[in-house]
């Protein structure tokens, strides 16, 4: 790679690194830049390279990612001798697979990786002053296309919800026939070909993800005004006096409104969502369990159980939901836990658990967004309150 490609390639690196991000949910696309060495097989009679790379990736899954590579370096031969400008080029086209371990919310996430592609070598800048005869790939005239495979491993630092560092080591293996680096006799030529070559590749790179994570939408849960008192009279003991009471004898307990007719309590908790495949089997605490804002999601469940406080002749009944990822089968457990995590952190708040009257999972099978976008999946992983009023 001649010079100033290389301080482009750097520097697009180091210009990406203020906006790069990392969002580690299905059908992300990002793009990859990164820089490093190639540590050459001892037979090729090359040194230590730089070596350049550009790759756009997509998510998979929460742990597998899919990346499209394309890396080129440039290295010296070793013997010099009777070779002229000795540089010899190598570009690479290929796909990579990486599997990340540990949870999409972590921040070191290490990963194993596997590869295939082609790689393509020729001599760089101009052509050898003696070639040997019959030295394809020598002479700065011939270059081929070669199979390679690459496996290897790293670990990735997220900075951010969005932002992602990269540092991966790998062995690269090219099954190459047009550098014929054992030459054991500079005068007669004798060559000897190699079936193929082993090189070592560290790099450090960037991760830019297109994808944005979008905080579920919160509403506050519906709260029934105050019934002021206007009169002293209320013969049905509602609550609402009989000047403004429109519906007068209503069975006892009945929840009524302003006007003194039944009214039924809603208490909402959209925006109360959990990360993906959360809870797990055996987690019992909510908060690690819920998506960002975690927060905002505890706040708008502390305001059901003083909605459920104030009102302490209702009971509710308790339904979780999924997104549609995942087996029917998986997904209804899951939803069951979810509707449990909720029932019991109301009871662990005081709310007593002959309230609630039923805890029920509905899978992936009452979507109330699309599955098809991030922002839809997010939604309808979800718990939903019905509740249940009395004399109605």
Request: hydrophobic content about 35%; charged content about 20%; glycine content about 10%.
């Amino acid at each position: 790679m001649k010079r100033n490609a290389l301080s482009a390639l750097i520097a697009l690196s180091l210009l990406g690194g203020s906006a790069v991000a990392q969002a580690q949910d299905f059908g992300n696309w990002y793009i990859a830049p990164r820089i490093g060495a190639v540590i050459p097989d001892s037979n090729r009679k090359t040194d230590t390279s730089v070596y350049g790379g550009f790759g756009a990736g997509v998510w998979v899954n929460p742990h597998l990612a899919v990346d499209f590579e394309y890396g080129i370096n440039n290295a010296s031969f070793k013997d010099n001798s009777w070779r002229a400008h000795h540089e010899w080029e190598s570009v690479t086209l290929g796909v990579s697979a990486r599997w990340f371990f540990g949870d999409e919310g972590s921040q070191f996430r290490p990963y194993v990786m596997a590869g295939v592609g082609a790689q393509r070598h020729t001599a760089y800048s101009g052509s050898l002053s003696a070639p040997p005869p019959n030295s394809k790939g020598l002479n700065g005239n011939n270059s081929g296309w070669d199979p390679m495979v690459t496996i290897g491993g790293g670990v990735q630092y997220n900075m951010s919800e969005n932002l992602a560092l990269r540092g991966e080591i790998a062995a690269r293996y090219d099954k190459d026939d047009n550098t014929r680096g054992n030459i054991s006799d500079q005068l007669g030529y004798n060559i000897s070909h190699k079936d193929g070559y082993l090189d070592g590749l560290v790099t450090v790179g960037l991760v830019y993800s297109f994808g944005h994570a979008t905080a579920p939408a919160q509403t506050t849960p519906a709260v029934v005004p105050a019934t002021p008192d206007c009169h002293t009279l209320d013969d049905d003991h509602d609550g609402v006096n009989n000047c403004d009471d429109k519906c007068p004898d209503t069975p006892a307990g009945t929840i009524v409104g302003p006007d003194g007719c039944p009214q039924k309590v809603v208490i909402d908790l959209r925006g109360v969502n959990f990360k993906f495949d959360r809870p797990k089997k055996g987690e019992h605490k909510i908060e690690p369990t819920l998506a960002v804002p975690t927060a905002d999601s505890v706040a708008i469940l502390d305001q059901a159980i003083d909605a459920l406080n104030r009102y302490p002749q209702i009971k509710v009944e308790l339904d979780g939901h999924t997104d549609s990822i995942g087996t029917d089968q998986y997904n209804q457990g899951l939803s069951e836990r979810r509707a449990q995590i909720v029932a019991d952190y109301l009871t662990a708040h005081g709310i007593t658990a002959d309230r609630i009257t039923a805890v029920k999972g509905f899978g992936e099978s009452q979507p109330i967004d699309t599955n098809s976008t991030k922002e839809g999946r997010a939604r309808n992983r979800r718990t939903e309150l019905k509740v249940e009023n009395p004399g109605q």
